[in-house]
C-alpha cells in the first residue's frame, strides 16, 4: 500500500514580463502571492510534505517560505532548463518518498484548487494509474500543451504547442500543468526524458508517453474548473487573475448573506470573514485576516487591513490596520 501523497511545486520561474526583481510566483493575486494560493490548495487538500523547487532568485522564495508557520523542503534548479529538469532538480526528495504519488504542480497557478487535487487522486489512485494529467476544456488554447488520447480514450501523450502540429493546435482540451504520478515511475521516466531538438529544454509532459511505454496506465482527469489552468505572464495578466479572484470572492460572499449592493472599488482578500447581514458598499478593501462581524456598515471608501469589526459597527472614510473594533 502506498505511503500518504506528496507534491512538488516548481516555483524557478523568473517571469522577465513582471519587470520584477522577484521571481514570477510571489507575484501577487489579490495581495498573496500565487505560490501561496497553491501551497494553501495542496495542505487544503490533506498533502502537508510538500517541496519548492526554487530557481530565478530563489532567496526571495526562501525568505517567504521561511515566514510560513509549517515547514516546506526546497531544491534549488540552478539552470532552468524546463519542467522536467525542475523535477529532476527534486529527484531525492521523490526517493525519499518511494512509495508516495506524488502531485507535481506550477507555482504561478493559482486556481488549481483542493477539491480538484482530491477528486483527481482519488481517480488516479482508484484507477492505478502510473500518471494522471489534469486537464481543463480552453476555448482559446494558445500557449498550452494539448491532450492527445489514444483509441480507448486514454492519455496518450501531451505535445507542447511548439512542438504541436495544425490539427493539433485545434484540440481544446489542454494541460493545467498538474500531474499526479506514481514516485518510482516518474524517477525512472526522467532518465529517458531527452531535451526538444527546438528548445532545448526537458519537459515533463514526455514522461506520460515513457510511462505508458513501460506498461503503466495513464490517464485524464477534467478539471470541473476551467480557470486551473490560468496563469499570468506579465502585470496585464495578473491584473485579469485578479479581477477573477475578486469576483469570485464577492459572490461567494454575498451567497452567505453579506449585502454589496454596488461592487465599484469592493476587494475583499481571501482570507477575510464576512458575518451575515452585513452591508459594504463601494470603495471597500477588507484584506488580511480581518472579521467583520453581523450587521455591520462597511464603507465607503474604508481600508481595513488584519482588523475585527465587532457586530453593528458603522465605519466610513477610514484606514485601519491591526485593531479590535
Known sequence: MN???VAVILAGGEGKRMKSEKPKVLCEVL???MLQWVIDAVKQSGIDDICVVKGFNGHYVEEF???LPFKVNTV??????????????????LKNHINSDVLVLNGDSPFMDSETIKSSYLYHSQNNMGCTVISAQNQNPTGYGR???DNNNLLDRIVEEKEATDQQRKITEVNSGTYWFNCKALINSLKSVAPSEKTGEYYLT?????????????????AL????????????????LCEIARKKILQKNMSNGV???????????????????????????????????????IGPSVLIDNCSVSDGKNIAVAAIKNQII
Open 259 to 297: 449585502n454589496i449592493p454596488c461592487t465599484d472599488g469592493v476587494i475583499i482578500g481571501t482570507d477575510v470573514k464576512i458575518d451575515n447581514m452585513t452591508t459594504i458598499l463601494p470603495s471597500s478593501v477588507l484584506i488580511g485576516n480581518t472579521k467583520i462581524g453581523k450587521g455591520c456598515i
Open 225 to 240: 474548473n476551467p480557470d486551473a489552468v490560468l496563469g499570468a505572464n506579465d502585470c496585464i495578466q495578473l491584473n485579469q
Open 3 to 5: 505511503e500518504k501523497p
Open 31 to 33: 495581495f498573496k502571492p
Open 76 to 93: 534549488n534548479q540552478c539552470k532552468r532548463l524546463g519542467t522536467g529538469h525542475a523535477v529532476m532538480m527534486a529527484e531525492d526528495f
Open 147 to 149: 491532450i492527445i488520447k
Open 206 to 222: 514526455d514522461t506520460v508517453h515513457i510511462i505508458k511505454k513501460i506498461g503503466l496506465k495513464t490517464g485524464v482527469f477534467k
Open 65 to 67: 517560505l521561511l515566514s
